[in-house]
């Protein structure tokens, strides 16, 4: 019995070998084809050819808007310069009756207030108003109106004028109306667009619209008008002419009868 035993024992042990052999070597073939497999996976990668970048897209340019835009700024610098221009050359004048001219400035609201008893010597202008109830002997011109209660010695000019109880010595021009009340007193030339006489003028009035001499008015001069009004009460030394209106005095008297 012991003889089978061991008989058994051996063969066990030899099957068992063989196994073990056998396992071994599939275990090696399968390794070896593991590496086959990462070499072939290898030589793949590195025969793949690189992969190539896409080329960039160059940018989208509208040319009409450039050349659009380009133009637009070209104008803008001219019209900068020429507001530039603009403001650095001398103001335009304005020709009023009689010769005079104003600067063509733009008008303000400042008035400027010379008080009673102040006196001042020298040339005077304003882009405002002015109201006068002292004494200025010189040239006084404003873009707004001009109101005296007092005295001038020289040219008074401004877009509006009235006097009262004033004192004038000089030409007094006025780009719009005129008014002397009643109690001024003017020895000079009057020009205006339009006028009403109610104090004492000695010199021409020169109106291209219509004038009203008040019952209170004195006037020693010519007066030239569009058409006169003179009230009762009124002196006037002078001849009165409406040589601005609108009357074709040759066409309407040129031998009327001989035809």
């Known amino acids: ?17 063989l196994v073990t052999e056998d396992e071994m070597m599939e275990e090696k073939e399968e390794f070896d084809d593991m590496d086959d497999e990462m070499v072939n996976t290898f030589d793949s990668q590195e025969s793949t050819p690189p992969v190539q970048e896409a080329p960039q897209e160059k940018p989208f340019v509208d040319r009409e808007q450039e050349a659009r835009l380009a133009q637009e700024v ?40 010379i008080t009673v008893g102040t006196v001042l010597e020298g040339n005077m202008s304003s882009n405002g108003s002015i109201n006068l109830n002292g004494k200025i002997k010189g040239n006084i011109a404003c873009h707004g109106k001009l109101v005296v209660s007092g005295t001038i010695v020289g040219t008074s000019q401004a877009s509006e004028i009235f006097t009262n109880n004033a004192r004038i010595e000089g030409d007094v021009a006025s ?4 008014k002397i009340g009643n109690g001024s007193v003017v020895l000079g030339n009057v020009y205006a667009t339009s006028a009403v006489i109610g104090g004492a003028v000695r010199g021409d009035i020169d109106v291209h619209g219509p004038v009203i001499i008040d019952a209170t008015a004195v006037v020693q001069g010519n007066i030239k008008s569009r058409s ?26 040129d031998n009327t009868f001989a035809k």
């Open 175 to 178: 780009e719009g109306s005129i």
């Open 228 to 253: 006169v009004q003179v009230n009762n009460g009124a002196a006037i030394e002078g001849n009165c002419s409406q040589c601005y209106a609108d009357i074709d005095y040759e066409q309407l008297f």
């Open 74 to 113: 070209q104008n803008f610098q001219k019209s900068q310069a020429q507001t530039l221009t603009q403001q650095a050359a001398p103001a335009p004048t304005q020709k009023t009756a009689g010769g005079y001219s104003n600067n063509m400035k733009t008008q303000t609201d400042e008035v400027t207030e």
């Open 1 to 17: 019995m012991s003889f089978l035993k061991d008989f058994k024992e051996d063969l066990s042990q030899a099957v068992n070998e």
